[in-house]
Structures are given as structure tokens and as C-alpha cells.
């Protein structure tokens, strides 16, 4: 088995490459390019209307891109129809520029004898960045090698004379890929709305307490203020306070006197008058002997005292006259 050489392959791929180009004979390999039945995944989700077209084609500039997102996977099918003569196997590759990118070929690597169709490639963005492709970019590579003989059994499976992408192959693609980067992505923005979460947080937590420090500090002012006006003008303290209680329409009512604080009340009143009586210049008794004075306990207007003489003026009653003679 043997490699085509360059001179080989120009002789031969005219004939087994649907527009061949000499352009695209590289040493010992022939560059394929990018067709226009291209697809690649999504880390958003995809219509599911049945309308909705799962296949892109690409077509002329400006509709001429495929974009390969980083952790995306895409299938490209090559622009040439490629055949292998039952003498030969061919092998394909993706081009070293393309794999710098972080583009990896996922699909396999050999063409059967007796291939004829185009080829698709199915890839992978490993890369940080997003993947360009271009319709018409020679992206491929292919090799041929003689076989040691003509191969009994060649190739006759259903991609036989394949063109474009079969919709079975796109079954399960179309959903939404959680692709590293996308993840990573996310978890980014995650940490940085958690991040302006606290901060936004630490500032509210901030205001609130300073705003309570405050409300603290004003509230211990007015007790002080009211507790030194209490101390120093209770009476005009409790008259205010009793204006304010009404106008903040509470009504204030005195409180009745306890009736054992009023029994006293007089008891003590009586004391004072009684006492205030005594305490009165008493008329003189001028008929006691040696003219000795006594006083006399008040009685209400009207009553008579009995120890008071019945003439004041020095005349004699019979049981008077009857003491003295005795
Ligand atoms: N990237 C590739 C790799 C291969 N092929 C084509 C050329 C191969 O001759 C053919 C079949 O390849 P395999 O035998 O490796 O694959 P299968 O056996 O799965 O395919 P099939 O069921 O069609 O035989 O597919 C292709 O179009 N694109």
C-alpha cells in the first residue's frame, strides 16, 4: 500500500472529484472545501415548529457564515462529490488551522472503496472563541492509498451518493448544549449578580443602621428633654401633657378622692377646730373662790353650761346661799 503522491493525485482527482481544482492539490493531499448543508448546536433553545428549518444553508455573502460556538458541535458537508476506485482508501482530515481554533473532527477517518458522495464532517469547537465557517473554504483534506488489490467489497451503505444532511442525523441536536464555556458563562453571571446582590445589600443594611442610630439618639433627646421639664415644671409638664393627650382626642378625668383619705380629711379638720376652740380666751368664772378661773368647753349658740353661774353679776342663787351656809 502506498500513499498517492502529488503528481499522482493530479493525474487521478480530475476524474474522482466533482470540480476539481488544481488550486487545492497540497503536497500529498487535496484540500475539499465547505459546502452549503451546514448545521451546528445552539446553547439557546431552538423552535420546535415543524416549519422551523434545522439544516442551514449557506449561500452566497452575506449568508455565507456558520458560527461554531465554543462547546458546540456543527456538521459540514463538503462542496465536491468524492469517489474511491475499489483499489484504493482514502483518508480525510481537517485542516491544521481550523484544529489551532480548537476545532475537533469528531466524525471518522477513512473513505471505503467504492464511496461516491460527499463527504460530512461532524466537529467540535474545544476553543475558546467562536469558529467562523465559510462556504467554498477548502477546510478539508483527503489522502489516497493504493490498496495491495482490488477490494472484493466496497462501499454500498445508505450514504451511498449522499448531498445533503439527513434529518435522522439531526434527531436529539436541536436541543439546547450546555456547553462548558456556557456554563461558565453562567456561573459568571451568577457570582456577579450574587456580588451586586451583597453590595447592594450592605449598603441598605448600612442606611438602616444609621438610620436607627439616629432615630435612637432623637428619641433618648426627647425623654431627656422630658424627664428634665417632669423634674424641674411637673405642673406645667403634667398640664401639657394633658392638652396633648386631649387634643390627640383622649379624654382626662380626675380621679375620685379614696374615701378613707377623705374620712381622714375631716377627722383631721375637726381636730384643727376643735383645737383652734381651746386655744380661745375662756370667760372667767367669777364665782369660784379666790377667784379662780376656769375654762369653758365651747357649746352651740343656745345651751346652757352648767358650771356657768346663773347671774353674772354677783347675784345669789337659793342653792348658792345654801353651799355657803353650809
Ligand atoms: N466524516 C466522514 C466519514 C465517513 N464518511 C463516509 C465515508 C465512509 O465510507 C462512509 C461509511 O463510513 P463508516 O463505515 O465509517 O461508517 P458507518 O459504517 O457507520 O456507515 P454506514 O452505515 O453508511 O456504512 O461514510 C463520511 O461521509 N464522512
Same mark, same amino acid.
Given at each position: 500500500?502506498?500513499?498517492? !503522491?502529488?503528481?499522482?493525485?493530479?493525474?487521478?482527482?480530475?476524474?474522482?472529484? =466533482?470540480? *476539481?481544482?488544481?488550486?487545492?492539490?497540497?503536497?500529498?493531499?487535496?484540500? %475539499?472545501?465547505?459546502?452549503?448543508?451546514?448545521?451546528?448546536? !445552539?446553547?439557546?433553545? !431552538?423552535? !420546535?415548529?415543524?416549519?422551523?428549518? &434545522?439544516?442551514?444553508?449557506?449561500?452566497?455573502?452575506? =449568508?455565507? &457564515?456558520?458560527?461554531?460556538?465554543?462547546?458546540? *458541535?456543527?456538521? /459540514?458537508?463538503? &462542496?465536491?462529490?468524492?469517489?474511491?476506485?475499489?483499489?484504493?482508501?482514502? %483518508?480525510?482530515?481537517?485542516?491544521?488551522?481550523?484544529?489551532?481554533?480548537?476545532?475537533?473532527?469528531?466524525?471518522?477517518?477513512?473513505?471505503?472503496?467504492?464511496?461516491?458522495?460527499?463527504?460530512?464532517?461532524?466537529?467540535?469547537?474545544?476553543?475558546?472563541?467562536?469558529?467562523?465557517?465559510?462556504?467554498?473554504?477548502?477546510? *478539508?483534506?483527503?489522502?489516497?492509498?493504493?490498496?495491495?488489490?482490488?477490494?472484493?467489497?466496497?462501499?454500498?451503505?445508505?450514504?451511498?451518493?449522499?448531498?445533503?444532511?439527513?434529518?435522522? %442525523?439531526?434527531?436529539?441536536? +436541536?436541543?439546547?448544549?450546555?456547553?462548558?464555556?456556557?456554563?461558565?458563562?453562567? /456561573?459568571?453571571?451568577?457570582?456577579?449578580?450574587?456580588? =451586586?446582590?451583597?453590595?447592594?445589600?450592605?449598603?441598605?443594611?448600612?442606611?438602616?443602621?444609621?438610620?436607627?442610630?439616629? &432615630?435612637?439618639?432623637?428619641?433618648?433627646?426627647?425623654?431627656?428633654?422630658?424627664?428634665?421639664?417632669?423634674?424641674?415644671?411637673?405642673?406645667?409638664?403634667?398640664?401639657?401633657?394633658?392638652?396633648?393627650?386631649?387634643?390627640?382626642?383622649?379624654?382626662?378625668?380626675?380621679?375620685?378622692?379614696?374615701?378613707?383619705?377623705? @374620712?381622714?380629711?375631716?377627722?383631721?379638720? +375637726?381636730?384643727?377646730? %376643735?383645737?383652734?376652740?381651746?386655744?380661745?380666751?375662756?370667760?372667767?368664772? +367669777?364665782?369660784?373662790?379666790?377667784?379662780?378661773?376656769?375654762?369653758?368647753?365651747?357649746?352651740?349658740?343656745?345651751?346652757?353650761?352648767?358650771?356657768?353661774? +346663773?347671774?353674772?353679776?354677783?347675784?345669789?342663787?337659793?342653792? @348658792?346661799?345654801?353651799?355657803?351656809?353650809?
Amino acid at each position: 500500500m502506498a500513499f498517492w !503522491s502529488g503528481e499522482e493525485l493530479a493525474q487521478h482527482l480530475p476524474g474522482l472529484i =466533482d470540480g *476539481f481544482n488544481v488550486k487545492n492539490l497540497d503536497c500529498a493531499s487535496y484540500r %475539499l472545501s465547505v459546502g452549503d448543508q451546514v448545521f451546528a448546536t !445552539s446553547d439557546k433553545f !431552538s423552535s !420546535s415548529a415543524p416549519s422551523a428549518a &434545522l439544516v442551514s444553508v449557506l449561500k452566497d455573502p452575506p =449568508d455565507n &457564515l456558520l458560527r461554531i460556538r465554543p462547546g458546540q *458541535f456543527a456538521f /459540514l458537508m463538503t &462542496l465536491e462529490s468524492v469517489r474511491v476506485p475499489n483499489y484504493a482508501l482514502a %483518508l480525510i482530515s481537517i485542516r491544521a488551522g481550523y484544529k489551532f481554533k480548537g476545532l475537533i473532527n469528531v466524525s471518522g477517518f477513512h473513505v471505503d472503496p467504492g464511496w461516491d458522495g460527499k463527504l460530512l464532517f461532524s466537529v467540535y469547537n474545544a476553543g475558546p472563541a467562536d469558529v467562523i465557517v465559510e462556504r467554498g473554504e477548502p477546510m *478539508f483534506l483527503i489522502v489516497y492509498a493504493d490498496l495491495d488489490r482490488d477490494s472484493a467489497k466496497t462501499y454500498n451503505g445508505a450514504s451511498q451518493r449522499q448531498v445533503d444532511i439527513k434529518a435522522s %442525523l439531526l434527531a436529539n441536536m +436541536t436541543e439546547q448544549v450546555f456547553s462548558p464555556l456556557m456554563l461558565q458563562r453562567h /456561573l459568571a453571571d451568577l457570582e456577579k449578580r450574587t456580588n =451586586d446582590f451583597a453590595i447592594k445589600l450592605d449598603g441598605t443594611m448600612s442606611l438602616i443602621r444609621a438610620t436607627l442610630g439616629a &432615630l435612637i439618639t432623637v428619641v433618648g433627646l426627647i425623654l431627656t428633654v422630658l424627664g428634665l421639664f417632669a423634674t424641674l415644671a411637673p405642673g406645667w409638664f403634667g398640664a401639657t401633657l394633658a392638652k396633648t393627650l386631649e387634643a390627640a382626642g383622649y379624654e382626662i378625668r380626675q380621679k375620685a378622692p379614696d374615701s378613707s383619705t377623705e @374620712d381622714s380629711a375631716k377627722k383631721q379638720r +375637726t381636730v384643727e377646730e %376643735l383645737k383652734n376652740a381651746g386655744s380661745a380666751p375662756a370667760p372667767m368664772d +367669777t364665782s369660784t373662790k379666790g377667784g379662780e378661773q376656769r375654762k369653758l368647753a365651747s357649746k352651740p349658740a343656745g345651751e346652757k353650761n352648767s358650771a356657768e353661774p +346663773t347671774s353674772a353679776k354677783g347675784k345669789s342663787h337659793p342653792e @348658792d346661799s345654801a353651799h355657803k351656809n353650809q
